[in-house]
């Protein structure tokens, strides 16, 4: 079974760009949630997406947004990047009533 | 306000030598439990998911025990391999993933 892909693998971006991740996730999974994890601090819950509606979104700007497709596939962008965007963004995938969640390796993003 | 504490920061053990780490919360009406493994950027790898006090699950050199106050990782006769960093995270009432509290994680090196 393939775990949760996400491409690409970096990302090197100026300040002011628009960034755009992609996420597949786990075959038969339908949620997809999309995490923050900058230097030296913990996961941070960025959005998710079920059936193909935002269900949630954390505590970060509108700036930060996303989708999810029909195949449950989903795209993180974030627009007029910042310095302290730069991190390794990780997507995850659960069942609606899954066990527990599966991350991908994530996508690092350098803003500069 | 709910928390997640992880400890030690950092463990370092020689080849064979066991170890507890511990993850301890302060959520009421736990509705699971999760422990990852995360090697240097990856995304974090599941390895468990707990319940209830009493639980108990095992992965080769791993085993997970849970409490009504903290969760620990048992690791038996770690090799090098077993370095990583490990992550627990919980969720709260009432049970949704976009609302996992992520610990800080406990950061292993196994030396030969």
């Known amino acids: 079974e393939a775990g949760v892909t996400q491409s690409p693998t970096h990302l090197i971006k100026t300040r002011g760009q628009q960034a755009t991740l992609r996420c597949s996730p786990i075959s038969g999974h339908t949620s997809v949630y999309w995490y923050q994890q900058a230097l030296g601090l913990g996961l941070q819950f960025l959005l998710w997406y079920d059936e193909g509606e935002e269900r949630n979104r954390g505590n970060f700007p509108p700036r930060f947004s996303g989708r999810q497709f029909p195949n449950y596939s989903s795209e993180l962008n974030v627009n007029a990047l910042e310095l302290e965007d730069s991190a390794l963004y990780l997507c995850?995938?659960?069942?609606?009533?899954?066990?527990?969640?599966?991350f991908g390796n994530g996508t690092r993003l350098t803003v500069t | 306000e709910d928390q997640v504490t992880q400890s030690p920061e950092a463990l370092r053990l020689q080849e064979g030598e066991s170890s507890s780490l511990n993850c301890s919360y302060t959520v009421s009406g736990l509705r699971g439990l999760f422990w990852y493994r995360q090697d240097p950027g990856k995304g974090p790898e599941f390895l468990f998911t707990l319940y209830s006090a009493g639980e108990e699950k095992e992965k080769e050199r791993l085993k997970a025990t849970l409490t009504k106050k903290e969760s620990f990782l048992h690791i038996t006769a770690p090799k090098p391999e077993d370095s990583a960093t490990y992550l627990c995270?919980?969720?709260?009432?009432?049970?949704?993933?976009?609302?996992?509290?992520f610990g800080a994680g406990t950061r292993l090196a196994v030396h030969p």
């Open positions: 995850a995938s659960t069942l609606s009533s899954g066990d527990g969640l599966h």
């Open positions: 995270a919980v969720k709260p009432p009432p049970g949704g993933y976009n609302k996992l509290i």
